[in-house]
């Protein structure tokens, strides 16, 4: 009996370091949880040994999303000024080259697999601030932004994913843009792919040091109609994993308004939630504050559909030193 069917596995934390047998009998284990699909990291391939081996482990129902976190976050540690907001033009050339070779990889992994398994790609606003001597705004990453949108992705929606941002009474971790510049930036973008908004729970609390502060940045993008995905991080113990997916489940069901359990609706759609598809917005228009604060029906959702759902796996054991990227 499927116990997780609204969650996508973020399980190359876990995966890290196994060999071809050990990796093998993590999906084994995915699959028998009945969970959606696989959040796949995409560093400029598809799997560290060999793609072809990963496509043959991907079971025929389950979908995929694609981050591009762990590649950007390479590239950052050699580029300072890499990232799609970048305001170095180089910079952020070379993201947009490094996004369409994720493209590619898309295409690539559909055709391996025959179907349009990909159904969303993650992508972020470096470079990091706070310290680095790079630079960003949210006007360059609207610019990539657009761009990205005005190209082909196999039927695959955009995600930009919120990392911790740069604040002034802490360090940040990933130091990206604030939630509100991306927001904006989203809403200024425009294309006929579809975009919207990645929440990361573990993301939000560092940044904000509190456990209100992801669910503010929830009611941030469902005010925006941009949420398209909520990322939980959980543990590879079973209990622990179930947790999250009771979390994830309790959130979901809010936003939707729909009974986790109603007929027809227990995997939730393919497509993700409420998307900026509807073209650009004047600037006045992206920087309008939403009046009052936001209920529970307005977290319910403007469509009534349900987000996509990534669950972070990580290694069982000491928590010291193991962290999504």
């Known amino acids: 009996m499927p116990v997780l069917p609204l969650l996508h596995f973020g399980a190359y934390a876990a995966s890290a370091g196994l060999d071809e047998s050990a990796e093998a009998a993590l999906y084994k284990g995915i699959e028998a949880l009945g969970a959606a699909g696989l959040e796949v990291p ?6 560290p040994r060999d793609e072809g081996w990963l496509t043959a482990q991907i079971r025929p129902d389950w979908t995929i999303v694609l981050t591009i976190l762990p590649g950007e976050m390479d590239r950052l540690a050699k580029d300072k000024h890499f990232g799609l907001a970048s305001a ?7 993201a947009l080259d490094f996004a369409e070779s994720a493209r590619l990889a898309v295409e690539r992994l559909n055709k391996s697999l025959g179907r349009a398994a990909v159904i969303a790609v993650q992508v972020h606003s470096a470079p990091r601030l706070g310290g680095s001597g790079a630079k960003s705004s949210l006007e ?3 610019a990539s932004l657009s761009d990205l949108r005005a190209r082909d992705w196999s039927g ?15 360090a940040p971790d990933k130091g990206f843009l604030r939630i509100e510049d991306e927001v904006m930036a989203a809403k200024l973008s425009a294309g006929k792919t579809p975009l919207s908004m990645s929440i990361n729970w573990g993301r939000s609390a560092v940044e904000t040091r509190s456990a ?5 940045h929830i009611e941030r993008a469902v005010q925006a109609d941009l949420l398209g995905a909520l990322f939980f991080r959980g543990r590879s113990v079973p209990c622990r ?7 994830a489940r309790s959130v979901l069901d809010v936003i939707a308004g729909v009974p986790a359990d109603a007929p027809g609706r227990a995997r939730g759609p393919r497509g993700g939630g409420p998307a900026a598809d509807r073209g650009p917005q004047t600037a006045d228009q992206a920087r309008r504050p939403e009046r009052g604060g936001t209920s529970r029906r307005d977290l319910r959702g403007r469509r009534g559909s349900r987000p996509i759902a990534v669950a972070g796996l990580g290694p ?5 030193g193991r962290r999504r990227m």
């Open 42 to 47: 995409f560093t400029g391939k598809l799997h």
């Open 212 to 216: 209100a502060g992801p669910v503010s």
């Open 316 to 320: 069982s054991g000491p928590r010291r």
């Open 156 to 170: 695959a929606r955009l995600l930009l994913e919120h990392c911790d941002a740069a604040v002034p009474d802490h």
């Open 88 to 94: 170095d033009e180089g910079g952020r050339a070379r």
């Open 241 to 247: 994993v179930r947790r999250v997916a009771g979390l």
């Open 140 to 142: 360059k990453l609207a």
